[in-house]
C-alpha cells in the first residue's frame, strides 16, 4: 500500500490503521485543513515528521494524566481542553 520509500518513525514502530491514510492524502495534495478540523482528526501521518503519537488521557477523582509516545524531543506540546464532546452529537 506505502508506495514511498521513506517512512516516519511512527511508520516503522506501530501498526498504522486505514484512518492514517486521510493526513498522507491531504499532506501529499497540498490541501491545508483548517484547525478546528486537524485537531478533531483521529490519526497520525506516516510520511513526514511527528511529534507525538498515542495520546491518551486518564482521570482519576479530580485529576487528569496526559500521556503519549514521543518521536521529537525539546519540543513543547500543546494541549486542548473542551468541556463538551460535540463528536459524541455527531457535530
Not at 491545508?32 to 486537524?38: D, G, H, M, R, T
Amino acid at each position: 500500500m506505502v508506495n514511498q520509500p521513506v517512512t516516519n518513525k511512527y511508520f516503522a514502530s506501530s501498526d498504522p490503521a486505514i484512518v492514517y491514510i486521510f493526513p498522507y492524502v491531504a499532506n501529499n495534495l497540498d490541501i491545508s485543513l483548517p484547525a478546528a478540523i486537524n485537531r478533531k482528526l483521529d490519526d497520525t501521518p506516516f510520511i513526514g515528521l511527528v511529534s507525538i503519537s498515542k495520546a491518551m488521557l486518564t482521570t482519576a477523582g479530580d485529576s487528569l494524566s496526559v500521556s503519549w509516545k514521543l518521536f521529537i524531543t525539546n519540543k513543547q506540546v500543546k494541549i486542548y481542553i473542551t468541556y463538551i464532546n460535540l463528536a459524541k452529537m455527531a457535530k
